[in-house]
């Protein structure tokens, strides 16, 4: 959908995938040391992933920006809207409901709640849903 939207308006589309610090110990016995070369691992093949992503799914005729940002996940989504001015986030929902969404919250709700400009929110795929289930 986002593309759509980007290839309309011949607008920028900035990417955006966030990857939320690991803290505390991995098992019972793991050291820190075990925890940061675990971290540092993540996040390149998560930067490897996004790029092989926009790569793939994008024309070259787009302009297309994938970025990995660090943190919570609704703060680094309003913070990169902020910083490149958007007129637009587009972003999806799981639908989560019960316990999870009374434990974890929602990412959109929290980045509707803060969001710089309009934001449209879709529906993801049910196979995305019964992921984010798991």
Do not use: N
Request: net charge negative; glycine share 6%; proline share 4%.
């Amino acid at each position: 959908m986002a593309k759509e939207f980007a290839r309309h308006f011949c607008a920028e589309l900035v990417v955006i995938h966030v990857l939320t610090p690991v803290e505390g110990p991995l098992a019972p016995g793991a050291s820190q040391l075990d925890l940061g070369m675990y971290y540092e691992q993540l996040k390149r093949v998560s930067q490897e992933r996004l790029d092989r992503l926009v790569e793939e799914e994008f024309s070259s005729d787009m302009e297309v920006r994938a970025e990995l940002r660090e943190g919570r996940a609704s703060d680094a989504i309003v913070g990169a809207a902020e910083a490149y001015h958007a007129d637009l986030i587009i972003i999806a929902t799981h639908g989560t409901s019960g316990w999870r969404r009374l434990m974890f919250g929602s990412v959109a709700d929290q980045v509707i709640r803060a969001a710089p400009c309009p934001l449209l929110t879709i529906r993801a795929p049910a196979e995305k849903e019964e992921e984010a289930q798991e």
